[in-house]
T-cell receptor
Framework: ETGVTQTPRHLVMGMTNKKSLKCEQHLGHNAMYWYKQSAKKPLELMFVYNFKEQTENNSVPSRFSPECPNSSHLFLHLHTLQPEDSALYLC???????????FGPGTRLLVL | AQKVTQAQTEISVVEKEDVTLDCVYETRDTTYYLFWYKQPPSGELVFLIRRNSFDEQNEISGRYSWNFQKSTSSFNFTITASQVVDSAVYFCALSEAMNRDDKIIFGKGTRLHILP
């Protein structure tokens, strides 16, 4: 199954910019996730949404703001980021939490 | 607490050799799920397998096989007759059925290089 899309695929932004990452799943899943993957750390779960409700925020700084308007779409709003926020941001979805997660291609973010 | 350990950070083998990626997990649950994902250079994590804790039968899918041993809390992944396209980072992951945090815990990954 490869029904998770992410845009943009690459993003370069300054520390004062505001941008948003978009994730869309076409699998009819009810749970969606944001992960951060940086060069020196393993996959870090950032946010979990289950039936559009946020069920987990893993101590993520407030400069990352998620939004889940419906079960098919998930956004990650970015503002006042730091260079250490440069990473690959992966979106995933699953039919229910605990079930297999299917990942999008990721957005490679570079903060200058 | 649940934990996934992939002790091999990086492995290099010559094409056509067999290679085994190790995964050891910790959990207090009796019902749990184990996963393997592949992450090629493009970045997308590709789901390979999901196994529940009650099914200890080994699984074979083409050149891929998985050995689930509850006695040693291991879920190892073997690639037979490796190919250059198998070069990727491979992640093992664990999910507990009774985990109220809704988490799948990933290991740190093993970077596999298949040399031509």
């Amino acid at each position: 199954e490869t029904g998770v899309t992410q845009t943009p695929r690459h993003l370069v932004m300054g520390m004062t910019n505001k941008k948003s990452l978009k994730c869309e799943q076409h699998l009819g899943h009810n749970a969606m996730y944001w992960y951060k993957q940086s060069a020196k750390k393993p996959l870090e779960l950032m946010f979990v949404y289950n039936f559009k409700e946020q069920t987990e925020n893993n101590s993520v700084p407030s400069r990352f703001s998620p939004e889940c308007p419906n079960s098919s779409h998930l956004f990650l709003h970015l503002h006042t980021l730091q260079p250490e926020d440069s990473a690959l941001y992966l979106c995933a979805s699953s039919r229910t939490v605990q079930e297999t997660q299917y990942f999008g291609p990721g957005t490679r973010l570079l903060v200058l | 607490a649940q934990k996934v350990t992939q002790a091999q950070t990086e492995i290099s083998v010559v094409e056509k050799e067999d290679v085994t990626l190790d995964c050891v997990y910790e959990t207090r649950d009796t019902t749990y799920y184990l996963f393997w994902y592949k992450q090629p250079p493009s970045g997308e994590l590709v789901f390979l397998i999901r196994r529940n804790s009650f099914d200890e039968q080994n699984e074979i899918s083409g050149r891929y096989s998985w050995n689930f041993q509850k006695s040693t809390s291991s879920f190892n992944f073997t690639i037979t007759a490796s190919q250059v396209v198998d070069s990727a980072v491979y992640f093992c992951a664990l999910s507990e059925a009774m985990n109220r945090d809704d988490k799948i815990i990933f290991g740190k990954g093993t970077r596999l290089h298949i040399l031509p």
